[in-house]
Nanobody, 123 residues
Framework: EVQLVESGGGFVQAGGSLRLSCAASGFSLDDYAIGWFRQAPGKEREAVSCMKTRDDDTFYSESVEGRFTISSDNAKNTVYLQMNSLEPEDTAVYYC????????????????WGQGTQVTVSS
């Protein structure tokens, strides 16, 4: 059974940093695309970042490129999202997602979702 468990959300002031973690089970990060979405109140869910190690594939949305970094510890089967220079516009629930195919598929219709973790950035 595939499970994704996020942690690391919280409250931070603008300009600060947070690191989200997503512990995956039921599959190997070597074989899956895994990434992050976010959804702010009243807005559509947005694909933020994705990686698939086997294909050397990485994606960042324009809104976070240069500020956020996705990485993984495959020994721990955990993916991270390091978020720097946070802005109030980054406030959202952040979801981990995974798909066996590719980052392109994950960005549209991932097979698996985590439960989400709240990130709040104050101005």
């Amino acid at each position: 059974e595939v499970q994704l468990v996020e942690s690391g959300g919280g409250f931070v002031q603008a300009g600060g940093s947070l690191r989200l973690s997503c512990a995956a089970s039921g599959f190997s990060l070597d074989d899956y695309a895994i990434g992050w979405f976010r959804q702010a109140p009243g807005k559509e869910r947005e694909a933020v970042s994705c990686m698939k190690t086997r294909d050397d594939d990485t994606f960042y949305s324009e809104s976070v490129e240069g500020r956020f970094t996705i990485s993984s510890d495959n020994a721990k089967n955990t993916v991270y999202l390091q978020m720097n220079s946070l802005e109030p516009e980054d406030t959202a629930v952040y979801y981990c997602a995974a798909d066996p195919l590719s980052c392109y598929v994950l960005r549209n219709v991932p097979d698996y979702w985590g439960q989400g973790t709240q990130v709040t950035v104050s101005s």
